[in-house]
């Protein structure tokens, strides 16, 4: 069964530093999202991408934050300069069209 | 503000069934009911969703009020990979980007 696939699982940064997590969305898939849960918190939206270009975004998806779909297969998550705060787990999910997401297992990311 | 109330927690034993509650009083007509799960350190999980009608699958069966202003997850035999936190989702028809909105969710413990 397709899935979404997300690299690296963990990754533990300095603050300040520039963080990109990578997602594989399922191939036919046409609307991308990223989502984060901070821990023992709820998940929360942050962006949605659709035709090479962001559809909606969260009050915390600021300009440190940028998403990108390189070569039609890799959608990106970049932070600029990471912030203590932006510890989190982070999902990618991908749909097809009017249906459900499917999201990937989350890169678990530690600013220190 | 996720719009869609569920009770904190819920215990079951294993091989029983169970019933997980949702209120969304302020349903509109277009609005679908999803459910998603997320098991401990994975990310969230498709359940089921529908829009009036009672919807079944072979994960779950979701019944709507007639009104659709609340509706019941039912899992018919939990086992103990059920155990989760249960989310209740409001999402809006005919908004093709389809963001999701995340409460708290109900946390379900299955008992051997």
């Known amino acids: 069964e397709p899935e979404v696939t997300q690299t690296p699982s963990h990754q533990v940064t300095q603050m300040g530093q520039e963080v990109i997590l990578r997602c594989v969305p399922i191939?036919?898939?046409?609307?991308f999202y990223w989502y984060r849960q901070i821990l023992g918190q709820k998940v929360e939206f942050l962006v949605s991408f659709y035709n090479n270009e962001i559809s909606e975004k969260s009050e915390i998806f600021d300009d440190q934050f940028s998403v990108e779909r390189p070569d039609g297969s890799n959608f990106t998550l970049k932070i600029r300069s990471t912030k203590l705060e932006d510890s989190a787990m982070y999902f990618c999910?991908?749909?097809?069209?009017?249906?459900?997401?499917?999201f990937g297992p989350g890169t678990r990311l530690l600013v220190l | 503000d996720a719009k869609t109330t569920q009770p904190n927690s819920m215990e079951s034993n294993e091989e029983e069934p169970v019933h997980l509650p949702c209120n969304h009083s302020t349903i509109s007509g277009t609005d679908y009911i999803h459910w998603y799960r997320q098991l401990p350190s994975q990310g969230p999980e498709y359940v089921i969703h529908g829009l009036t009608s009672n919807v079944n699958n072979r994960m779950a069966s979701l019944a709507i009020a007639e009104d659709r202003k609340s509706s019941t997850l039912i899992l018919h035999r939990a086992t103990l990979r059920d155990a989760a936190v249960y989310y209740c989702i409001r999402n809006a028809g005919g908004t093709s980007y389809g963001k999701l909105t995340f409460g708290q969710g109900t946390i379900l413990t299955v008992h051997p």
């Open positions: 191939s036919n898939h046409l609307y």
């Open positions: 999910a991908s749909k097809l069209a009017l249906e459900t997401q499917y």
